[in-house]
């Protein structure tokens, strides 16, 4: 096995990148062995009713066990995108109405929260801003887990709260509004591969004053390569020159260099614009912009976009919200808008 060579950990990245990715693969490895061997258990049971080994009951809990290893598993694999195995930063606005929105953007927080805590996630508060009597004006949490982005994106949106205000004088039934958002937790740095197939060099005389200063030998260096957009499959030619030193190998060195800045700053402008998109895409906190309603009185939670709904309100506000992750995963998994 390559973690086992010696020389492995000399790069600490790339073995770090390859132990994610060993983690991934034992992950995928150990759910499908759940169901094989769920399935298995599932035939022998078969049999074993008609032996009268087993009841009809615990055949259909053997089957209704593997059925929900099955479609979990299926669930999973609706998690294709590269950032859905990133964690997630999930930042919570409170919307117009003063106390009893900043106190359902707080009942917010504390679903994530329980949420996160459920699933095993480290969980970090940022920018915490109190209500000015109650609740909460905004928060930022990053929300370190497996696929905790890929789970949460759906998130991301108006949530519509419907009670009696305990903080109405004359108990009126009243409607507050709080925001969703949220992005991929990317690393500090973000790796650029530059693959050798992509560039080639020219040499050429720097120029000079004359005399000693000209350069007689060809230190000067010209960088190209091609490009390819990740966005429009185009690809164009990136153009570095370099006659910094009178030295070719310190020269090359420092073409890379640029070169790699130029793509890292692409790839930064890039995610820029993606962020920028959907917060466009982002509608007012107001009527007729929410992704789901929190009906308390009526006892009924509801996603607008997938019509899935519940009427365990205790339990949705506890955390307990995988119902409405998988139907929206189910739907909309693999499509490129995150509109609300």
Request: proline share 1%; with cysteine; glycine share 8%.
């Amino acid at each position: 096995m390559r973690t086992r060579d010696p020389g492995f950990w000399e790069d600490s990245k790339r073995a770090e990148a390859q132990m994610k990715s060993v983690k991934e693969l034992k992950k995928w490895l150990e759910l499908y062995r759940e169901v094989h061997d769920a399935a298995e258990e599932l035939k022998l049971a078969y049999e074993y009713v008609k032996e009268d080994v087993i009841s009809e009951e615990e055949l259909d809990a053997a089957y209704a066990h593997t059925l929900e290893l099955l479609e979990n598993l299926e669930f999973r694999n609706m998690l294709r995108e590269e950032a859905d195995q990133m964690g997630c930063v999930l930042k919570i606005n409170s919307g117009a109405g003063g106390t009893e929105s900043q106190d359902w953007a707080a009942m917010l927080m504390r679903m994530y929260m329980r949420w996160a805590e459920a699933n095993g996630c480290k969980l970090t508060v940022n920018n915490l801003q109190e209500g000015d009597a109650a609740g909460i004006k905004t928060v930022t949490m990053q929300i370190e887990g497996d696929c905790a982005y890929g789970y949460l994106k759906g998130e991301n949106g108006v949530h519509r709260l419907v009670r009696v205000s305990p903080y109405n004088a004359q108990g009126k039934r009243m409607t507050s509004f709080a925001s969703v958002f949220a992005t991929p937790l990317v690393d500090d740095s973000i790796e650029i591969e530059i693959n050798p197939a992509d560039y080639t060099w020219d040499t050429f005389r720097s120029g000079g004053a004359g005399g000693q200063n000209v350069n007689k030998v060809e230190t000067g260096v010209r960088l190209r390569y091609n490009y390819k957009d990740p966005d429009t499959g185009e690809t164009r030619e990136i153009l570095i020159e370099n006659t910094e030193t009178r030295s070719q190998t310190d020269n090359r060195e420092n073409a890379m260099r640029l070169l790699r800045s130029m793509l890292y700053d692409m790839a930064l402008q890039r995610r820029l614009a993606e962020k920028s998109r959907i917060e466009a895409g982002k509608k007012k906190i107001e009527w007729g912009s929410q992704i789901r309603s929190y009906v308390f009185d009526d006892r009924r939670v509801k996603d607008h976009r997938t019509n899935f709904q519940t009427s365990d309100v205790n339990g949705v506000m506890d955390g307990k919200i995988d119902g409405f992750i998988k139907a929206y995963l189910m739907e909309f998994a693999g499509t490129e808008t995150f509109e609300n």
